[in-house]
């Protein structure tokens, strides 16, 4: 299957490209700086900017699904929210806008968005904790992708909606709970196993149109 990923060297992308790339589909990872991704037999690059709707049509042209896994490092977010809708909080709606424009435009209808649990359909699930961080010090972020999924919902699309709880670099478990009712097991999840959630999903397709809360 030939599957572009938008965030591809952030963690979460980065697992998710090994993981499609050990299933045998054809990859193409988006991304800003080549150098930032390590070449990999069976992937192919596209450098370009989620901001840019022509650098986006590019990548999602002559593909079958889509991937995005879009966000900033909280230390570039900053603690404070943003006052006005430039600059990096802001990527995640932005970018996937363009990303479903390009979706529609080329036929391409299978779309597995990653977003956070605790937002959108599993916010009165999460806990007190999670809820006050959020509110102190990751409210731009968490509104950035609230609008996000709300964009990803309208599309017409063939989506699905993965929140994960907090991640780790850890090696894989190989076993983890996916719920659409916002149940959740462990607080901590590995990026290697939320990638092979990721990979079977978006071509197996078992939650079309469904928020998966995803945890250990």
Known sequence: MKIVVFGATGGTGRAVVHALLAGGHA???FVRDPAALASLPGLHTVVGDAMRPGDVARAVAGQEAVVVSLGIP???AGLVPSATPEGPPYVCEAGTGNVIAAMQAAGVVRLVCVTSFGIGDTRAAAPLL???????????VMADKERQERLVK?????????QPVGLTDRPA???WVASTSGKTGRSMVSRADLGAFIAAEVVQGRHIRETVAFSG
């Open 130 to 140: 999670f809820r006050v961080v959020f509110r102190l010090f990751m409210r731009a």
């Open 74 to 76: 909280q230390r570039r």
């Open 173 to 175: 478990a190989g076993h």
């Open 27 to 29: 990859v193409t990872a």
């Open 154 to 162: 309208a599309s017409g699309l063939e989506w699905t909606l993965v």
